[in-house]
């Protein structure tokens, strides 16, 4: 098996190049839905919010897919799920039921899990083997 070289990040590195490696709040990102021929723009969940969403899908008394609702609900930005009108035009009786009403259960899942890996949730992180000197 081929063993990559993997080099330690330093605060050298950390130091100089602030602007690569500082996590930025309020940054937007894009997913097309292919059943919709369109997209949906979300900004990256803070960590409260994605806490919230974490307790919700641990709760045992809730939906199962009510953390999922809750991420989408309080991320996408493009269209602007929380608009008076829209909600009305959808005859929402809870802000939330939005989200099931222009989204397909499998879209919601997908898009969720989107939202949270933008945030580094699924991200590839290995344990590096030490080498004896």
Known sequence: ????VREKLTLLQLIKEKEKYEVKSGVKEELYIERLDATIVFEKPDRALVLESIELSQDKDT???????????????????????????YACGAPTDIVWKVFEPGEVSTIAGEI????GYGSHIE???????
């Open 63 to 89: 939906d199962p897919g009510s953390a999922d609702v809750h991420i989408l609900y309080n991320s996408i930005v493009e269209p602007n799920l929380k608009d008076d009108e829209l909600q009305k035009a």
């Open 1 to 4: 098996m081929d063993k990559k």
């Open 116 to 119: 949270m890996k933008s945030v």
């Open 127 to 133: 344990k590096v083997e030490h080498v004896k000197n």
